[in-house]
């Protein structure tokens, strides 16, 4: 009886195990593929503009450029450089190196696609498509954020105080403000969530707040550098743990207490 019900435990765990892992894999492959829906509609975009604006290119000449523009402008971790990849692997520092590693690419590649079709007079229609785009994109977040800001008759001194108190990770970001609750707190979403380019635009907003331009480029710069260097999750918290100290600098324990407390 006692080896009928070990096996039947054993049969049990192995089967939570396997459901665990297709579980997980199949999360990846949702994942996956809702990254290549956007890629295909991507493409078949991209080859519906070129096809009309370079209707002397051959279908296989058409796909292969498209499928470079593609490969180009939107996010393929296959490209993220070797470097970035070893800081992923890192326990130390680097948690998410990819995606700004990403956005980097992938912004510079383009912006610089938009210049190369606005010069070319077929493709000049494509390229101020593609650069109005990219102004939406940019701007869209700071327009919400100084749009809110005038309906709820939060002033700039107010934001400039409030980003002193939120967390580090959203201290740059752009705000939708909600305006105040009953006891006179600010309520306010961070933008920079749903936003692909906060990456790109978080140091230039430090840069922009600081008082003092030289410590202001310094903050920029660290603003940059942080996704790469910082703190890996768990190391973080443990550092905390050792120091005492959280990020917005309140304490993690109190020393006085009991050890039991």
Known sequence: ??????????????????????????????????DDVWKIYAFENELSRYRQALPDLSEDQLRRRVADIVRDTYPTYSMVPRAVKGLRRSPLVGSFTSFPAEVVRTGYHTIKLAAEELRDPALRGVGAQRLAGILLAAGGTTGIGVASRFITGTGRDD??????????WSANSQYLHLGQDEDGNRRFIDLGYSDPFSYLKNPVMALLRGEDWQQAVIDAGLEAGEPFYGEEILLGRLLDVSRNAKPNGSRVFNPEADTLD
Do not use: S, T
Request: charged fraction near 35%.
């Open 159 to 168: 934001e400039d105080d409030l980003r002193r108190f939120v967390a580090p």
């Open 1 to 34: 009886r006692d080896v009928a019900g070990r096996d039947a435990n054993g049969i049990a765990g192995n089967f939570a195990q396997r459901a665990a892992r297709r579980g997980a894999r199949l999360v990846q492959d949702l994942y996956q593929a809702e």
